[in-house]
């Protein structure tokens, strides 16, 4: 992780969101945050964001579904326009959440999911504090090595970069005091009730 958007969108691209519509999930990088996302998807009726990055597409990653996959001058032209909500610099490629996402799920009123990490939302509870943010933690060090390592998407020196990350990328969330619940993706049909749970609770609330 190294730079991350600060200044906020404005203008003609600006969104109009007071944010009791937004969950935000971070955590480590192999914690469950993409796995729970597709069950939450299919257990509520939220949508769930797609992002634009500069990193390359996965084997079986398509472009629109998985990501918006932009070349790094697309992406400073985007960031240029104001035409994201947040963005960060991890791994040494850029992610940032289009506005469009935004629209998209006021227009269909339904929640907007950000599987986002840290400095992005930490962002978007600065920019919309009404946001629900969820922190999703591993069971321990073992079983998050274990996850990414078996997850077969990076080389050996990319899942060791993700896995020395990590502690950094939970004392960062913890410090900025932002993330309302965190939760531990021990057993994944738990954590996905708990999840749930936390988001159906705000809901009523909104
Ligand atoms: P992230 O999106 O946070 O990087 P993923 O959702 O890709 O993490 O999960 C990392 C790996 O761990 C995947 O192979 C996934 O299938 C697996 N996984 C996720 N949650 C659990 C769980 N509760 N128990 C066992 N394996 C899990
Ligand atoms: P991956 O390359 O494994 O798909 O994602 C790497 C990291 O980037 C994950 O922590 C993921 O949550 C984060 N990420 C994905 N999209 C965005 C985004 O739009 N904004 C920010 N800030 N982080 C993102």
């Known amino acids: 992780m190294h730079e991350a958007g600060t200044i906020g969108p404005s203008g003609p691209h600006a969104p109009s969101c007071t944010g009791r519509n937004l969950v935000v999930i971070s955590g480590p990088s192999g914690a469950g945050k993409t796995t729970v996302a597709r069950a939450l998807a299919d257990r509520l009726d939220l949508l769930v964001s797609t992002s634009a990055t500069t990193r390359p597409p996965r084997r079986g990653e398509a472009d629109g579904v998985d990501y918006y996959f932009l070349s790094p001058q697309e992406f400073q032209q985007r960031l240029a326009e104001n035409r994201f909500v947040e963005w960060a610099e991890v791994f040494g490629h850029r992610y940032g959440t289009p506005i469009e996402e935004l629209e998209r799920a006021r227009k269909s009123g339904r ?11 930490i962002q978007i509870k600065k920019k919309f504090p009404e946001a629900l943010a969820i922190l999703l933690l591993p069971p321990d060090d073992r079983t998050l090595r274990e996850r990414l390592s078996r997850r077969g998407t990076e080389s050996p020196q990319d899942v060791e970069a993700r896995f020395a990350k990590a ?3 939970v004392r960062m969330a913890r ?9 531990v ?5 738990k954590t996905i009730n708990e999840v749930v749970s936390i988001i159906l609770t705000r809901r009523k609330q909104a």
């Open 185 to 189: 993706n021990d057993q994944l049909a």
């Open 175 to 183: 410090e900025a005091g932002c993330y309302d619940a965190e939760v």
């Open 111 to 121: 929640m907007l999911l950000l599987e986002i990490d840290v400095q992005g939302g």
């Open 167 to 169: 502690q950094e990328e």
